[in-house]
């Protein structure tokens, strides 16, 4: 029902930004909340941002310190996030996924993900 394509993953320099997208299919835009994951190499998935739906509120893990935007485009059905400022410590798998929000959590519940995007940076 809803396929996530990630891309614009790469090298990134540190104290640089990186960019990465999201292309989705089906209702993705329309009936869930979008969001973002990383993984750094031997960590658990960690919660980037959402956009929650269906007020389009977003919400971003506190310990990025404010480094984190997400915005989307509709006509294009593509999420985007960027984060300035990086780090090695930002080196990870950037995952795309639709779900469902999460009060308790202040993140979300991914039902649907993408295949990921790597991004490294360089120190």
């Known amino acids: 029902q809803v396929q996530l394509v990630e891309s614009g993953g790469g090298l990134v320099q540190a104290g640089g930004s990186l960019s990465v997208s999201c292309v989705a299919s089906g209702r993705a835009f329309t009936q869930h909340t979008m969001g973002w994951f990383r993984q750094v190499q031997g960590k658990e998935r960690e919660f980037v941002a959402l956009?929650?739906?269906?007020?389009?509120?977003?919400i971003y893990n506190v310990a990025l310190n404010g480094r984190a935007t997400i915005s989307k485009d509709d006509a294009k059905s593509t999420l985007y996030l960027q984060m300035n400022n990086v780090s090695p410590e930002d080196t990870a798998i950037y995952f795309c996924?639709?779900?469902?929000?999460?009060?308790?959590?202040?993140?979300?519940?991914?039902?649907?993900w993408g295949q990921g995007t790597q991004v490294t940076v360089s120190s």
């Open positions: 956009l929650r739906w269906p007020d389009g509120r977003k």
């Open positions: 996924a639709a779900g469902r929000y999460s009060s308790s959590t202040m993140s979300m519940v991914g039902d649907y």
